[in-house]
């Protein structure tokens, strides 16, 4: 696999003749060609149902197309077998889920460095960036706003969805991946902490002028990114 680096001239994200159903009568995303470029931020658009987290988990490698392609920095994941994408994702891409999908039985440390034990990029990322992984994690809570009165060793379950979400943003972020998705990750929060929350994600990426992909139903924040893709208006099923 090429280093996702060394590939900056063209897309790190592209979709093209794309047609995914989750059930074979229904089809839920048909596209023609969607292109995210390096350190875009971009906002995707849509109502309830209309195929964003889908979206997010094809562009993941979570699930792949019945047609077309799905490419990463040149790299077609669904040529891919199943491992080969879980390491890919693992290595370049750290997801915010819409529910957070912390770990239960483990502390907020350990949430946040799961990352780094299935991919070795970002492990080494994380050390040469604070000195351990552990210095790493707790560097990036603070930064996201993480109060100190919930230790890092406390377990998740204790938290607040808004604690959750720092966690999860942080886990997502720990070993600098070149790309964030986010699926509606703020959807809990009131409008000053959404805010809030995005700009400290964008500083957090701002350094390695990763990629973000982020969803909401919420258009009030799309000014804060660089462009808007309306799922509706190029997905070309009919409704
Ligand atoms: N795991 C799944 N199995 C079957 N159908 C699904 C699954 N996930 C989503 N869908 C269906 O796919 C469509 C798009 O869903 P989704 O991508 O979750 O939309 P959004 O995120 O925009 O709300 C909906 O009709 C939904 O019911
Ligand atoms: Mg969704």
Redesign the pocket.
């Known amino acids: 696999m090429t280093d996702l680096k060394t590939c900056s001239t063209g897309p790190m994200i592209e979709l093209s003749e794309v047609i995914f159903s989750w059930n074979f009568d229904t089809v839920v995303l048909n596209l023609d060609r969607l292109r995210i470029f390096p350190g875009e931020r971009v906002f995707i658009a849509g109502p309830?149902g209309s195929g964003?987290?889908t979206l997010l988990n094809l562009i993941a490698g979570i699930i792949t197309p019945q047609k077309g392609t799905v490419s990463v920095s040149g790299e077609i994941l669904n040529r891919f077998t199943g491992t080969q994408r879980d390491l890919f994702r693992a290595d370049h891409i750290g997801f915010i889920f819409?529910m957070f999908n912390l770990v239960p039985y483990l502390s907020v440390v350990e949430n946040v460095t799961l990352s780094c034990s299935f991919s070795k990029k970002r492990r080494d990322r994380a050390i040469s960036r604070s000195g351990s992984i552990k210095a790493e994690a707790d560097r990036l809570l603070k930064n996201l706003g993480m109060n100190g009165t919930m230790g890092a060793g406390q377990p998740v379950t204790r938290l607040s969805v808004g604690q959750q979400q720092r966690v999860a943003a942080a886990r997502a972020l720990i070993g600098e991946p070149d790309i964030i998705i986010a699926?509606?990750p703020t959807s809990a929060l009131d409008m000053d902490h959404r805010k809030t929350f995005l700009e400290l994600l964008f500083k957090e990426c701002k350094r390695k002028q990763g990629t973000i992909v982020f969803?909401s139903h919420d258009t009030s924040l799309e000014t804060m990114f660089d462009r808007t893709i309306e799922l509706n208006a190029i997905n070309r099923i009919d409704r």
Request: aromatic share 0%; charged share 45%.
């Open positions: 309830s964003k987290t819409q699926d509606e969803v």
